[in-house]
């Protein structure tokens, strides 16, 4: 296998990244192949990590504020959990973060109750069956839990 070194993002390549993403703006997907052949030396995965994680402006890394949790509820009424349309709805977040947010804040169904007995004993079972598998034990177990509430009660 072949590792190649990764390297700085220069301010010239920032901005053929910039210029590409913005003639993608009304299509969907975005082509991250086709704008990686523009830069030399940057794959699809370099170009879209870059972006998503660097450049775009309208990403919000902070604290969920104002009206975003109700254009996410928005956004899976419309889209289920198709992420990536999800975030297009709420404008501000990547898809990533929208799917963290609805499966540990937002989903109407979360348990917040204190753990039962039979709970206690089954999360014995889970983790001796799955290790500290969370996301695994949640969606087998306890549908209603969430991965951290979850992990936070195992320790």
Same mark, same amino acid.
């Given at each position: 296998?072949?590792?190649?070194?990764?390297?700085?993002?220069?301010?010239?390549?920032?901005?053929?990244?910039?210029?590409?993403?913005?003639?993608?703006?009304?299509?969907?997907?975005?082509?991250?192949?086709?704008?990686?052949?523009?830069?030399?030396?940057?794959?699809?995965?370099?170009?879209?990590?870059?972006?998503?994680?660097?450049?775009? *402006?309208? =990403? $919000?890394?902070?604290? @969920?504020?104002?009206? %975003?949790? !109700?254009? /996410?509820?928005?956004? #899976?009424?419309? +889209? &289920?959990?198709?992420?990536?349309?999800?975030?297009?709805?709420?404008?501000?977040?990547?898809?990533?973060?929208?799917?963290?947010?609805?499966?540990?804040?937002?989903? *109407?169904? =979360? $348990?917040?109750?204190? @753990?039962?007995?039979? %709970?206690? !004993?089954? /999360?014995?079972?889970? #983790?001796?069956? +799955? &290790?500290?598998?969370?996301?695994?034990?949640?969606?087998?177990?306890?549908?209603?839990?969430?991965?951290?509430?979850?992990?936070?009660?195992?320790?």
């Amino acid at each position: 296998m072949h590792c190649r070194k990764s390297r700085p993002w220069t301010k010239e390549e920032d901005a053929i990244l910039r210029e590409a993403v913005e003639s993608y703006e009304k299509e969907e997907p975005i082509s991250w192949n086709d704008i990686a052949s523009r830069i030399e030396g940057r794959s699809n995965k370099d170009c879209r990590k870059r972006w998503v994680c660097g450049l775009a *402006p309208r =990403i $919000n890394k902070g604290p @969920w504020v104002g009206d %975003e949790d !109700e254009l /996410l509820r928005e956004g #899976v009424r419309l +889209h &289920g959990t198709r992420w990536t349309a999800v975030s297009q709805i709420v404008g501000s977040r990547q898809a990533n973060q929208c799917s963290r947010r609805w499966h540990e804040v937002v989903k *109407p169904n =979360i $348990n917040r109750e204190r @753990w039962s007995i039979f %709970e206690e !004993e089954m /999360l014995k079972r889970a #983790v001796v069956a +799955h &290790g500290r598998k969370w996301i695994e034990i949640v969606e087998r177990y306890f549908p209603d839990r969430t991965p951290i509430a979850t992990r936070q009660r195992w320790v």
